[in-house]
């Protein structure tokens, strides 16, 4: 399908032609499309060899930063950490369906661990844009043992600050961003759009504060 706009004014209204390619779709680049420098960037993250390369990056000393649906990557790393939107189900933890947690796009309150470095020159509550993100449970000797710190949690049963929040009442006291030592090196994980605009720009700073020496 492709789309072509047809005016009769004052209306404008896409059409769209089937059988055409759309402008709209993704679609990976051939190789012949681009420089041959270049070709060594061309591909995509997999567990199976991207991973790894992250996970040796890090311990070496490097600082990694996830945002969104990237903060899964805690769980390729096998960190302390679960999912917190889940319930119990015939004895074994289920995600929770969309009948009981629903929160496309709204803007909720978080709670900011102020006395550390990533989070420099924020207040104790931010406002962060929650597009069905990420949200984490530390284990019990997570903390204990300096492994994981928590950067940003959901510290009530209502959050929500504008839009709407099914099931709000599930994020509480789930973690929203965290920093993990692993090896010499950092990961940060951000699972609310910390770098949304609008309303939610003073959770850039979550982001800033990591790529400032």
């Keep these: 399908m492709t789309g072509v706009q047809t005016c009769a004014l004052p ?26 420098e270049f070709h060594k960037m061309v591909g995509k993250i997999n567990a199976e060899k991207s991973v790894p390369a992250i996970k040796s990056f890090i311990e070496n000393g490097g ?22 939107l889940v319930e119990m189900v015939a004895g074994k933890e289920k995600a929770l369906p969309g009948e009981k947690f629903y ?9 900011v661990a102020t006395n550390n470095e990533a989070n420099w020159g924020m207040k104790e509550k931010t ?4 597009n069905m993100s990420p949200v984490f449970k530390l284990q019990a000797d997570a ?8 950067l940003g949690w959901y510290s009530s049963a ?24 692993m090896g010499n090196g950092k990961l ?6 910390i770098t949304f605009r609008g309303q939610t720009h003073s959770a850039y700073k979550m982001l800033f504060n990591q790529l400032y020496k």
């Design 11 to 36: 209306i404008c209204f896409p059409v769209t032609i089937p059988g055409a390619p759309s402008p709209y779709e993704e679609k990976e680049p051939s190789l012949d499309e681009i420089p041959s």
């Design 63 to 84: 600082s990694v930063i996830t945002i969104g649906s990237s903060a899964n990557l805690a769980y390729h790393l096998k960190l302390p950490v679960k999912n917190a």
């Design 188 to 193: 940060y994980v951000f699972g609310p759009e």
């Design 127 to 130: 406002d962060v844009y929650f």
């Design 158 to 181: 209502t959050t929500l600050r504008s839009g709407w929040a099914f099931g709000q009442a599930y994020l509480q006291d789930g973690v929203a961003a965290f920093k993990a030592n």
């Design 143 to 150: 903390i204990a043992n300096g492994q994981v710190t928590p």
């Design 103 to 111: 929160i496309p796009g709204s803007v909720m309150q978080m709670t």
